[in-house]
């Protein structure tokens, strides 16, 4: 299976923050790498298909970029309710996908 | 609106069995993937199992392969996943997942249901 990695595992960020979550994969995924957003208690939530794709509704301060193995997450300017997990996942290797660990984003 | 829900969760014994449901509401579900994915308590996302649209095709993670069994009935807009032989380690809240079927969103999950919580404990 393709492992991924995340980093880093939490951050602490203020409000007006920009942030950057790193992913890298175990082997090239090309660009099938999308990322997740989830709050407690609920589902994980499609941010970025495809590496950089916007997902649609979502906002954008979002963004993605990376291919082969490195990717990132960047949150241009963090707004309250960005304050959550998120997760990579590669769908190279479909269906057998993969997620990160996650990096847990909270307010410092 | 695009919805899943899903049902069926619980306490239930080691080596005992449950079937998980997710109903799906405001697409054509019989025209999409569908998985099964699930997240141990405090813990990461882990995909479980995925059935195509007519139900002809399946496939498991290798920790439940021969135990789980992934179906659906699209007459219903509904799928299931049975789960025998069930183990602590099984323990988690699972979340179905829908795949869009178009080629630039292949294997990610664009809607979620809000999941449902199976604990294996005696």
């Known amino acids: 299976d393709i492992q991924m990695t995340q980093s880093p595992s939490s951050l602490s960020a203020s409000v007006g923050d920009r942030v950057t979550i790193t992913c890298r994969a175990s082997q090239s995924i090309s660009s099938y790498l999308n990322w997740y957003q989830q709050k407690p208690g609920k589902a994980p939530k499609l941010l970025i298909y495809?590496?950089?794709s916007l997902q649609s509704g979502v906002p954008s301060r979002f963004s993605g970029s990376g291919s082969g193995t490195d990717f990132t997450l960047t949150i241009s300017s963090l707004q309250p309710e960005d304050f959550a997990t998120y997760y990579c996942?590669?769908?190279?290797?479909?269906?057998?996908?993969?997620f990160g660990p996650g990096t847990k984003v909270d307010i410092k | 609106e695009v919805q899943l829900v899903e049902s069926g969760g619980g306490l239930v014994q080691p080596g005992g069995s449950l079937r998980l449901s997710c109903a799906a509401s405001g697409f054509t579900f019989s025209s999409y993937w569908m998985h099964w994915v699930r997240q141990a308590p405090g813990k990461g996302l882990v995909w479980v199992s995925r059935i195509n649209s007519d139900g002809s095709s399946t496939s498991y993670a290798d920790s439940v392969k021969g135990r789980f069994t992934i179906s659906r009935d699209n007459a219903k807009n509904t799928l299931y996943l049975q789960m025998n032989s069930l183990r602590a380690e099984d323990t988690a809240v699972y979340y179905c997942?829908?795949?869009?079927?178009?080629?630039?969103?292949?294997?990610?999950?664009?809607?979620w249901g809000q999941g449902t919580m199976v604990t294996v404990s005696s």
């Open positions: 996942q590669q769908s190279y290797s479909t269906p057998r996908v993969t």
């Open positions: 495809a590496a950089s």
């Open positions: 997942a829908r795949e869009p079927a178009v080629w630039w969103l292949r294997g990610a999950f664009d809607i």
